[in-house]
């Protein structure tokens, strides 16, 4: 049974743009929709960009088991993969990958049997400077953001593989390498 890849790293790691560069060599790999109960933003569409779902959905599929890992944020926004998800991914014949924040990541190595982790981590200051660049935030945001990677960054060690995302196309070589290898190993 193929693996279940799941890519974690602090904000500013630049996780989303080497999956997309993944995705696009290694097709087999898709990338699972998460669920969330923030609204919907001019341009998403649900079932793409996520699974947008009430605040009361979610939590009775809480309840009832429906999520493999999930998280609410301070603002009260919740998100969260479906195990409906990993499950039409398979049944398509495809490998999962997961984007998930680093505890959602050690929640998912803990509960999938031959789950792969892989921990993208990049210089604090490159961090950052991502973040600055992103002007999606404000400052005082920005430097909890830092702090946060800070500490992440510290846990790097607890996941299977750590690539360093210096230049982005060394780093995807990297993780690249990292998938095809573990597809090899599961067979």
């Not at 990338?31 to 960009?49: N, Y």
């Not at 429906?66 to 195990?83: A, K, M, Q």
């Amino acid at each position: 049974m193929p693996p279940v890849f799941v890519i974690t790293g602090p904000s500013g790691a630049g996780k989303g743009t080497l999956i997309r560069e993944l995705l696009e060599r290694v097709p087999q790999l898709e990338l699972a929709v998460s669920a969330t109960t923030r609204g919907i933003r001019p341009g998403e569409q649900d079932g793409v960009d996520y699974w947008f779902v009430s605040q009361d959905d979610f939590e009775r599929r809480v309840a009832a088991g429906d999520f493999l890992e999930h998280v609410r944020y301070v603002s009260g926004r919740c998100y969260g993969t479906l195990l409906s998800e990993v499950e039409r991914i398979a049944g398509c014949g495809r490998v999962c990958v997961l984007e998930l924040e680093t505890e959602g990541a050690l929640e998912v190595h803990e509960r999938v049997p031959g789950a792969v982790t892989i921990f993208i981590s990049a210089p604090v200051g490159e961090l950052e400077r991502r973040l600055r660049a992103r002007a999606t935030e404000s400052d005082g945001e920005i430097d909890d953001r830092v702090a946060l990677a800070r500490s992440q960054l510290r846990q790097a060690g607890l996941f299977d593989h750590v690539v360093e995302n210096d230049r982005v196309e060394r780093a995807v070589d990297e993780l690249e390498r990292v998938v095809r290898r573990e597809l090899e190993r599961a067979g």
